[in-house]
């Protein structure tokens, strides 16, 4: 069954790092445009970046110029950079096809906190 597997939040200082992962599964993969998506409290869930092949990427306004997306299309792998991190950036991050996988399946997501 389709399934998506994220890891590599956690808590880190404003002006920080993380690297997010994602592994899809149960999906031609190669062939899904793959994003990162994220939900802060109160939030409705929004499209941070996504990537298909060697297209431009897409990144939303708020995170351009400081998070990457890149893509393992042999291993089912969708990766997020995500440099010089800002509070506002705190949420749970979630990867999924775009537009995303029919029947509302979602992944357990990955919790970003930026705080000092």
Same mark, same amino acid.
């Given at each position: 069954?389709?399934?998506?597997?994220? +890891? &590599?939040?956690? #808590?880190?200082?404003p002006? @920080?790092?993380?690297? #997010?992962?994602?592994? =899809?599964s &149960?999906? %031609?993969?190669?062939?899904?445009?793959?994003?990162?998506?994220?939900? =802060?409290?109160?939030?409705e869930?929004?499209?941070?970046?996504?990537?298909?092949?060697a297209s431009?990427?897409?990144?939303?306004? +708020?995170?351009? @110029?400081?998070?990457?997306?890149?893509?393992?299309?042999?291993?089912?792998?969708?990766? #997020?950079?995500?440099? %010089?991190?800002?509070?506002e950036?705190? =949420? =749970?991050?979630?990867?999924? %096809?775009?537009?995303?996988? $029919?029947? $509302?399946?979602? &992944?357990? &997501? %990955?919790?970003?906190?930026? +705080?000092?």
């Open positions: 069954q389709v399934q998506f597997v994220e +890891s &590599g939040g956690g #808590l880190v200082q002006g @920080g790092s993380l690297r #997010l992962s994602c592994e =899809a &149960g999906i %031609t993969f190669s062939g899904y445009r793959m994003g990162w998506y994220r939900q =802060a409290p109160g939030n869930r929004e499209l941070v970046a996504s990537i298909l092949g431009r990427p897409f990144y939303g306004d +708020s995170v351009k @110029g400081r998070f990457t997306i890149s893509r393992d299309n042999s291993q089912k792998m969708v990766y #997020l950079q995500m440099n %010089t991190l800002k509070p950036d705190t =949420a =749970a991050y979630y990867c999924n %096809t775009v537009p995303p996988f $029919g029947g $509302g399946i979602w &992944g357990q &997501g %990955t919790q970003v906190t930026v +705080s000092s």
